[in-house]
């Protein structure tokens, strides 16, 4: 791995002011904004680091844990947590910044899959990643956790879509705030 990169290399930040064009009809500022933001910054600090063109392959933990207003800054700090052979994860912490009162609130942390591509669109190999603090080792080791955990429950989930009886499960629905009108059901009413 001789041609390792520091994970402080492609550390990147982005910075913007909301303003009042992202709101969305409650006054406050759009999730498909910050998410878009969310995407810009992984991909500069996956492109750094890998030196390439990259994809979003997938977006995980993405949890908006307090709305954010016009009028405040919000920072959005990317850094590698994880590389494999094409694959990075990027971990993004978004703060959101009250410019008056300089009161900062941490929205979320999300994680993004991103694949880095040659020039013939092809999954390439990206550099190693070298771990020089216990938040770089800790990262590293959650990545692989969570990378292990979200095998598991997608192959759990694929079993969830693929195996439900329906008429078995019906009783399931009893306390769910829904009501069954399939047109079988309507026809046995005739
Ligand atoms: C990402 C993509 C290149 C993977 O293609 P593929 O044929 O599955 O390639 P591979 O099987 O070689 O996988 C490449 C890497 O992606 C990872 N990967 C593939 N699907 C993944 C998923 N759903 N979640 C996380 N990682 C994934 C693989 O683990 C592998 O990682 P590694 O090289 O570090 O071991 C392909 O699915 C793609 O181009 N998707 C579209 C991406 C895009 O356009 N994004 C923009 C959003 S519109």
Request: charged content about 25%; some cysteine.
């Amino acid at each position: 791995m001789e041609n390792a990169k520091s994970v402080n290399s492609s550390r990147t930040t982005i910075t913007e002011l909301m303003i009042p064009s992202y709101a969305n009809f409650g006054g406050k500022i759009h999730g498909g904004i910050l998410l878009s933001l969310m995407d810009k910054v992984a991909y500069a600090c996956a492109a750094k680091h890998a030196g390439t063109y990259v994809v979003t392959v997938s977006v995980d933990n993405v949890e908006f844990k307090k709305p954010v207003e016009v009028g405040e800054l919000v920072s959005l700090h990317a850094s590698i947590n994880y590389v494999g052979r094409s694959s990075l994860i990027i971990g993004i912490r978004v703060i959101a910044e009250n410019i008056k009162s300089q009161e900062v609130k941490h929205t979320n942390t999300s994680y993004f899959t991103m694949v880095a591509k040659d020039e013939d669109g092809k999954p390439t190999e990206v550099p190693g990643l070298i771990l020089e603090s216990d938040d770089d080792i800790r990262r590293f080791l959650e990545a692989i956790r969570r990378k292990e955990i979200k095998n598991a429950y997608k192959g759990l989930l694929d079993d969830a879509k693929t195996s439900i009886d329906i008429d078995q499960n019906l009783y399931l629905l009893q306390n769910e705030r829904c009501i069954v009108k399939r047109d079988r059901d309507m026809e046995s009413l005739w």
